[in-house]
């Protein structure tokens, strides 16, 4: 099969590169390189990964729309969706001009596919004959004899050049173009290789460190004094991971402004116009693409890829090992189908700017970054004053340059008290906000500083369980051992969101564990995951089941809630367990509207629970009501006023279950829904039938009545209609005192 002719001016390094790929499990970025993301060139550019779900399966996306590869039966030459179909199972991936090729994970041979049809890949040696003629017109370009007997690890091209790494250490390049980029005399091993249509770069292995041949056009020149750890290359771009914290840096024609800048990558390719990255912290695949106008739209997936290529041995210094149990995937146990088999990525030393080291690398996770929003002791308020420092002095200068053009320097003395008064004045607003710092982190880490925290401890002179403790970072590796493993006997329940473990932590402390299944975090980006840590970390309140830390380790997003021994309120109403004396039930249902009312009043801006239920009330040590499971809906939300009323009207629903024992909805019942059941009886006057005739009457029922009252002004129709928490929080108080009273 000739689908080698696509890869016009490239063909001769295809050969060496099929030798690479066999032979070697290192990978190398550029046109012609192999990973575990690669993408074709040309005019029908288009990508593909091998999907995270442990059996290498290819995962394809083009111009329009992801594809992917269901039937080896069919393919299709669409310009937008199936280009082809029937891919195997591959081991590692690699781009050349309209096509791509691979190595079959379970025989090690070559296979390539394109536009026209998928198959195996014809290859040839090139050899003299005794007349000087070539054995293959098309190679007569790029046949070097020199080169013929070099053992070549690395191989990439460029247009009319090829170059490679030699095994012993070295780089030569051949082709009628190669004398142009300058390369001679190079003895260094590289880790990486990438070129571009005239220009060549790589890192060298021992200091990491890039070197650069050929186009010497200032707009492509290449970062100095940065360590990177891969690299690739488009038509007229370069990009490459920084060894310190996996952020991208880019130079040649490239929109900088569509470069991703808050997230890490593991894995990157390009194609002419286009780069594609893995990102390390969910393995999702994220594009962005050159200054070229005609830039075609790459609709990436929202799939999970590779964050490697798979190989054999222990992983070297500076790496780790990737660890599948992160992708929340059960029957998932290695992202590779042979189980001897790892996957080795590099380690980060730092983290991007608004970022703090929270921990190291180790041998089977990378280091983990938390936003500095989350900084909450002073081992991340240096480093997070630090980088505000820098930001705000960079503005300052910048500022400072455009006003001297303006006013000349005539005015420079003056400029000079300015910029002396600034000094001093930023000094002591970074002392403020410091102080500021440490009274917020107080509010996550011991009792509430702020007056509202205060009033709300307040709230409910019944509740005897203390706000709690510090908000911290969790390792996953110390959450998997306090769950077992995150075993099922271990399960307290699960939702849409994922699943919830009991732990215990090292300490000896029984925690509730929150984690979140693929398709939450596929679904949430880290920013939404940020803003939510935010958040929750500022929530203290006697009536909220309060967070006491995080993990979001490679990719993997873990919530460490306080453990409520007592279960839920669902499980005492209809769930068989102990029954609730009319006492405890008042309690619960003020202390469960004083939570809302925190919610919806004292938090600015509000926060609307959306999921209101029985199920959502659980109770502590103490009997204590405690809401969970809220959403995060702030004010700028445009229906904030009909969420907050959309509460007010479950809570009903919850106070009318409290009364009477029946579930929200029984198809046991006529008429099975609570609220039209009960609402006729209430406005009759005959609240009375309403209660739970399986709970002993109290001696005074008017508390019940009330509470009846109180629940169907909660359902009306009409939600102009219905009181606010605030109100309801009221009432309800007020009946446990006079209960208390009798």
């Given at each position: 099969?000739?689908?080698?002719?696509?890869?016009?001016?490239?063909?001769?390094?295809?050969?060496?590169?099929?030798?690479?790929?066999?032979l070697?499990?290192?990978?190398?970025?550029?046109?012609?390189?192999?990973?575990?993301?690669?993408?074709?060139?040309?005019?029908?550019?288009?990508?593909?990964?091998?999907?995270?779900?442990?059996?290498q399966?290819?995962?394809?996306?083009?111009?329009?729309?992801?594809?992917?590869?269901?039937?080896?039966?069919?393919?299709?030459?669409?310009?937008d969706?199936?280009?082809?179909n029937?891919?195997?199972?591959?081991?590692?991936?690699?781009?050349?001009?309209?096509?791509?090729?691979?190595?079959?994970?379970?025989?090690?041979?070559?296979?390539?596919?394109?536009?026209?049809?998928?198959?195996?890949?014809?290859?040839?040696?090139?050899?003299?004959?005794?007349?000087?003629?070539?054995?293959?017109?098309?190679?007569?370009?790029?046949?070097?004899?020199?080169?013929?007997?070099?053992?070549?690890?690395?191989?990439?091209?460029?247009?009319?050049?090829?170059?490679?790494?030699?095994?012993?250490?070295?780089?030569?390049?051949?082709?009628?173009?190669?004398?142009?980029?300058?390369?001679?005399?190079?003895?260094?091993?590289?880790?990486?290789?990438?070129?571009?249509?005239?220009?060549?770069?790589?890192?060298?292995?021992?200091?990491?460190?890039?070197?650069?041949?050929?186009?010497?056009?200032?707009?492509v020149?290449?970062?100095?004094?940065?360590?990177?750890?891969?690299?690739?290359?488009?038509?007229?771009?370069?990009?490459?991971?920084?060894?310190?914290?996996h952020?991208?840096?880019?130079?040649?024609?490239?929109?900088?402004?569509?470069?991703?800048?808050?997230?890490?990558?593991?894995?990157?390719?390009?194609?002419?116009?286009?780069?594609?990255?893995?990102?390390?912290?969910?393995?999702?695949?994220?594009?962005?693409?050159?200054?070229?106008?005609?830039?075609?739209?790459i609709?990436?997936?929202?799939?999970?890829?590779?964050?490697?290529?798979?190989?054999?041995?222990?992983?070297?210094?500076?790496?780790?090992?990737?660890?599948?149990?992160?992708?929340?995937?059960?029957?998932?146990?290695?992202?590779?189908?042979?189980?001897?088999?790892?996957?080795?990525?590099p380690?980060?030393?730092?983290?991007?700017?608004?970022?703090?080291?929270?921990?190291?690398?180790?041998?089977?996770?990378?280091?983990?970054?938390?936003?500095?929003?989350?900084?909450?002791?002073?081992?991340?308020?240096?480093?997070?004053?630090?980088?505000?420092?820098?930001?705000?002095?960079?503005?300052?200068?910048?500022?400072?340059?455009?006003?001297?053009?303006?006013?000349?320097?005539?005015?420079?003395?003056?400029?000079?008290?300015?910029?002396?008064?600034?000094?001093?004045?930023?000094?002591?607003?970074?002392?403020?906000?410091?102080?500021?710092?440490?009274?917020?982190?107080?509010?996550?880490?011991?009792?509430?500083?702020?007056?509202?925290?205060?009033?709300?401890?307040?709230?409910?002179?019944?509740?005897?369980?203390?706000?709690?403790?510090?908000?911290?970072v969790?390792?996953?590796?110390?959450?998997?051992?306090?769950?077992?493993?995150?075993?099922?006997?271990?399960?307290?329940?699960?939702g849409?969101?994922?699943?919830?473990?009991?732990?215990?932590?090292?300490?000896?402390?029984?925690?509730?564990?929150?984690?979140?299944?693929?398709?939450?975090?596929?679904?949430?980006?880290?920013?939404?995951?940020?803003?939510?840590?935010?958040?929750l970390?500022?929530?203290?309140?006697?009536?909220?089941?309060?967070?006491?830390?995080?993990?979001?380790?490679?990719?993997?997003r873990?919530?460490?809630?306080?453990?409520?021994?007592?279960?839920?309120?669902?499980?005492?109403?209809?769930?068989?367990?102990?029954?609730?004396?009319?006492?405890?039930r008042?309690?619960?249902?003020?202390?469960?509207?004083?939570?809302?009312?925190?919610?919806h009043?004292?938090?600015?801006?509000?926060?609307?629970?959306?999921?209101?239920?029985?199920s959502?009330?659980?109770?502590?040590?103490?009997?204590?009501?405690?809401?969970?499971?809220?959403?995060?809906?702030?004010?700028?939300?445009?229906?904030?006023?009909?969420?907050?009323?959309?509460?007010?009207?479950?809570?009903?629903?919850?106070?009318?279950?409290?009364?009477?024992?029946?579930?929200?909805?029984?198809?046991d019942?006529?008429?099975?829904?609570?609220?039209?059941?009960?609402?006729?009886?209430?406005?009759?006057?005959?609240?009375?039938?309403?209660?739970?005739?399986?709970?002993?009457?109290?001696?005074?029922?008017e508390?019940?009545?009330?509470?009846?009252?109180?629940?169907?002004?909660?359902?009306?129709?009409?939600?102009?209609?219905?009181?606010?928490?605030?109100?309801?929080?009221?009432?309800?108080?007020?009946?446990?005192?006079?209960?208390?009273?009798?």
């Open positions: 099969m000739q689908i080698l002719n696509y890869f016009s001016g490239f063909s001769q390094s295809v050969t060496f590169l099929l030798l690479l790929l066999i070697c499990c290192t990978g190398a970025s550029g046109f012609g390189s192999m990973g575990p993301i690669s993408a074709a060139f040309g005019e029908d550019e288009f990508f593909c990964a091998i999907d995270a779900s442990g059996k399966d290819v995962i394809c996306w083009g111009k329009n729309s992801s594809l992917t590869s269901p039937s080896p039966s069919s393919s299709s030459s669409s310009s969706t199936g280009y082809f029937g891919i195997p199972t591959m081991a590692a991936l690699s781009g050349g001009e309209g096509f791509l090729c691979g190595i079959l994970e379970n025989t090690s041979l070559a296979y390539c596919w394109s536009l026209v049809t998928p198959g195996t890949i014809d290859c040839w040696e090139i050899v003299k004959a005794s007349n000087n003629s070539l054995s293959s017109k098309q190679s007569a370009l790029f046949y070097d004899q020199s080169i013929s007997n070099l053992v070549l690890n690395k191989v990439v091209s460029g247009e009319g050049f090829s170059c490679g790494g030699t095994r012993e250490g070295g780089l030569v390049c051949w082709g009628p173009n190669s004398s142009s980029l300058g390369v001679s005399n190079i003895s260094e091993k590289f880790l990486v290789l990438a070129s571009g249509r005239n220009s060549l770069c790589g890192i060298s292995k021992i200091s990491g460190f890039l070197k650069c041949w050929g186009n010497t056009n200032s707009s020149t290449p970062p100095v004094a940065v360590q990177f750890v891969s690299l690739t290359a488009g038509a007229n771009h370069f990009c490459g991971i920084r060894a310190d914290n952020g991208i840096e880019c130079w040649g024609s490239v929109n900088s402004s569509s470069i991703p800048k808050a997230t890490g990558f593991i894995a990157i390719a390009s194609s002419d116009y286009t780069t594609c990255g893995i990102r390390e912290d969910d393995l999702l695949v994220d594009c962005w693409f050159s200054n070229v106008s005609t830039t075609p739209v609709d990436h997936p929202l799939e999970l890829c590779s964050p490697g290529l798979c190989s054999a041995g222990s992983c070297g210094q500076g790496e780790f090992a990737f660890n599948a149990s992160i992708l929340n995937e059960p029957d998932l146990t290695s992202l590779c189908v042979r189980k001897d088999l790892k996957i080795c990525s380690c980060g030393s730092n983290c991007s700017e608004g970022f703090f080291l929270s921990s190291s690398c180790t041998a089977n996770a990378d280091r983990i970054c938390t936003a500095c929003s989350l900084c909450q002791n002073s081992s991340c308020w240096d480093i997070c004053r630090v980088q505000s420092s820098a930001a705000m002095q960079e503005k300052l200068w910048h500022h400072l340059g455009r006003l001297l053009l303006i006013i000349g320097p005539c005015a420079f003395g003056l400029l000079l008290v300015i910029l002396f008064s600034w000094c001093i004045l930023s000094r002591v607003i970074a002392t403020t906000k410091e102080e500021e710092s440490r009274k917020q982190s107080k509010s996550c880490i011991g009792k509430p500083q702020h007056e509202s925290d205060t009033h709300a401890g307040s709230h409910s002179p019944m509740s005897v369980a203390p706000c709690p403790g510090l908000a911290q969790f390792r996953l590796s110390e959450l998997k051992d306090a769950t077992n493993g995150f075993k099922e006997f271990n399960e307290l329940g699960r849409s969101y994922g699943f919830v473990y009991k732990a215990v932590i090292a300490d000896g402390q029984v925690v509730a564990v929150k984690r979140a299944n693929a398709a939450t975090i596929i679904h949430t980006n880290n920013r939404d995951f940020e803003m939510e840590l935010e958040i970390c500022k929530i203290r309140h006697c009536n909220i089941v309060n967070l006491l830390g995080y993990c979001s380790e490679m990719g993997e873990l919530l460490v809630y306080e453990y409520m021994p007592h279960g839920t309120l669902y499980d005492h109403l209809h769930g068989g367990l102990s029954p609730l004396n009319w006492s405890l008042l309690k619960i249902s003020m202390q469960a509207a004083k939570g809302l009312e925190y919610l009043k004292e938090l600015v801006p509000p926060i609307v629970h959306r999921d209101v239920k029985s959502n009330i659980l109770l502590d040590s103490e009997w204590g009501a405690r809401i969970a499971d809220f959403g995060l809906i702030t004010s700028n939300d445009k229906d904030l006023n009909a969420d907050l009323e959309g509460d007010v009207y479950n809570f009903g629903i919850v106070l009318l279950e409290i009364l009477s024992g029946r579930k929200s909805y029984d198809r019942f006529t008429p099975p829904n609570i609220v039209e059941w009960a609402v006729p009886l209430i406005k009759q006057g005959k609240a009375a039938v309403l209660i739970d005739r399986y709970v002993a009457l109290p001696r005074n029922v508390p019940l009545l009330k509470l009846a009252d109180i629940a169907e002004l909660a359902v009306r129709v009409h939600p102009s209609e219905r009181p606010n928490m605030t109100a309801i929080a009221s009432w309800l108080e007020q009946i446990v005192k006079d209960v208390q009273i009798l």
